[in-house]
């Protein structure tokens, strides 16, 4: 292996026509290499056109650097003798804009072109083809005629998942192979038109049509909010917004909106989506009704949208999607990531199974400034921190502080092989804490506590609560106090829905330390 790729060190302004040529030429040719090894995919699909139509083949990185040969001169021709105030950020843009190719989203039908088999030949699109290649003529049809790529990647035949250092390389690199194409053409297989989508975003009310298949895989979660550029196409491959009002959806309000209800994704970031570890629960709640084949892909399509590095190991199972949780644990500090109900994690009872687990309905409140403060909660939220913001995963379980309340349990109800209706009380708390506990039945000596998590922290380190209009959400937790060993923890415990209390008062305790 070579060194790996420094950036020169420039000027804040560099003129071209004054700086050292062979250094300016030299910062191309490095900018050009940088960005075939590492910014476009491994293989891409070659589209040429002859008089009996379209050929297509796959070439990889190395045909792409000879195929271009000649950019990193035409780039220092283009800039010699102009004022750059940044000189990488300009070429590397303009090495972009050269290097374009179109992108690939859809969802796998049964029977799809797989590597191998465009290893085999070039392939010609003529007009009768087996059904598996129909699909991807059109899209390499599309990707050159409405949009001018010649190149273009689809993944179902530009990968060689033979090949575990590729397929992980590929998996782990997509966000970012979306984001920098230039167009990325989403197929909706089961949508005719803009109509249609508007009767699948009724649909989501139970009162329209069932929503495109699109919309319920994990994959293309990522494929809607990583390019830059993205046109809609329908089941007969008509652009559901014509060509002439918009070569770009992402700023249709028209089909955005639409998408937006269907998706529970807000227009902003349908329009700009940063990646990042913010926002968990609400991340989480768009990957919820999404569904892959395989379990771990539940967790590796997510990697992109929370900027996370993750090794691929098909055949971990579950495992996936809890270490993308540790991953996003570590920058993550909000007490809202634990703001989940259902099946728990096989490897933690605090951390939830899948996304599906994160409710629709949470929104991050709003904290306003102490001078705008209307009432004792927004002030309270304004000057004191909300819950441990030091919660981490040890070798001892989930490590965090919590506002502890021991409960009584008044009773239980409705009880079932794997759940049951279980009412506690606090003298603390003005309602009687009703939740539906799920699985095994506890003892009856079993001893119960309610874990506040986004408890207010005084000015002397106390956690408080105080009654306000939104409710505290809290941890249900059990411990067999009779056959308890000495070194016995709390546990935490399944709930159907997010366990949420509501205090009569004002209640101030000092903090208990707990490992889950």
Not at 52 to 74: A, H, M, Q
Not at 500 to 509: G, K, L, Q, S, T
Request: glycine share 4%; charged share 30%.
């Amino acid at each position: 292996m070579g060194d790996p790729y420094v950036p020169m060190v420039v000027d804040d302004c560099i003129s071209a026509s004054r700086a050292d040529d062979n250094d300016f030429k030299d910062l191309i040719e490095e900018i050009f290499d940088e960005y075939i090894a590492n910014e476009i995919p491994i293989r891409l699909i070659h589209i040429t056109k002859d008089t009996e139509g379209l050929n297509f083949k796959l070439v990889d990185r190395t045909f792409i650097k000879k195929y271009f040969k000649s950019v990193p001169n035409e780039i220092y021709r283009e800039f010699r003798g102009e004022r750059l105030v940044d000189a990488e950020g300009c070429i590397r843009e303009r090495v972009k804009a050269i290097l374009k190719y179109a992108i690939f989203s859809h969802r796998w039908l049964f029977s799809e072109p797989s590597y191998q088999d465009m290893k085999t030949e070039p392939m010609k699109i003529w007009a009768e083809l087996e059904p598996k290649w129909k699909k991807l003529r059109e899209f390499c049809r599309r990707a050159r005629d409405d949009h001018g790529c010649e190149f273009a990647w689809s993944d179902t035949c530009c990968i060689d998942k033979t090949k575990s250092a590729e397929l992980d390389e590929s998996i782990r690199s997509m966000f970012r192979w979306y984001r920098n194409s230039h167009i990325c053409i989403a197929h909706l297989s089961e949508t005719t038109d803009l109509a249609a989508l508007e009767r699948q975003q009724m649909g989501e009310r139970g009162d329209g049509a069932k929503v495109d298949v699109w919309f319920t895989r994990g994959w293309t979660l990522q494929e809607l909010l990583a390019p830059s550029q993205i046109k809609f196409y329908g089941k007969d491959w008509k652009p559901l917004v014509p060509l002439y009002d918009s070569k770009n959806d992402r700023f249709s309000d028209t089909i955005m909106r639409k998408i937006s209800k269907i998706t529970h994704i807000h227009p902003n970031d349908l329009k700009s989506f940063k990646p990042g570890t913010d926002r968990v629960p609400e991340k989480m709640l768009w990957a919820s009704k999404r569904r892959t084949t395989r379990i771990e892909d539940i967790a590796y399509c997510l990697i992109g949208i929370f900027d996370v590095s993750l090794m691929i190991a098909y055949g971990e199972g579950n495992r996936a999607f809890f270490r993308l949780m540790e991953e996003i644990m570590k920058r993550y500090d909000k007490w809202d990531v634990f703001f989940w109900s259902g099946q728990c994690s096989h490897y933690n009872a605090a951390l939830p199974y899948a996304p599906r687990c994160y409710p629709v309905g949470y929104r991050e409140t709003p904290v306003k400034r102490r001078c705008e403060a209307g009432n004792e909660e927004e002030l309270n939220t304004a000057s004191c921190e909300t819950g441990d913001r030091l919660f981490a995963l040890t070798n001892h379980g989930l490590r965090i502080k919590v506002l502890f309340l021991p409960v009584d349990l008044k009773h239980t109800r409705d009880e079932s092989r794997d759940s049951r209706y279980l009412t506690f009380k606090h003298a603390e708390i003005d309602h009687d804490v009703v939740v539906r506990h799920i699985g095994a039945k506890r003892e009856a000596h079993t001893t119960w506590a309610i874990a506040v998590l986004d408890y207010w922290i005084n000015g002397s380190g106390k956690g408080f609560i105080d009654s306000r209009t939104k409710p505290f959400t809290a941890f249900l937790l059990s411990m067999d106090k009779l056959h308890a060993c000495p070194d016995a923890r709390w546990k935490k415990e399944m709930t159907e829905k997010v366990v949420e209390i509501r205090p009569a008062c004002h209640y101030v305790n000092t903090l208990v330390q707990l490992y889950l």
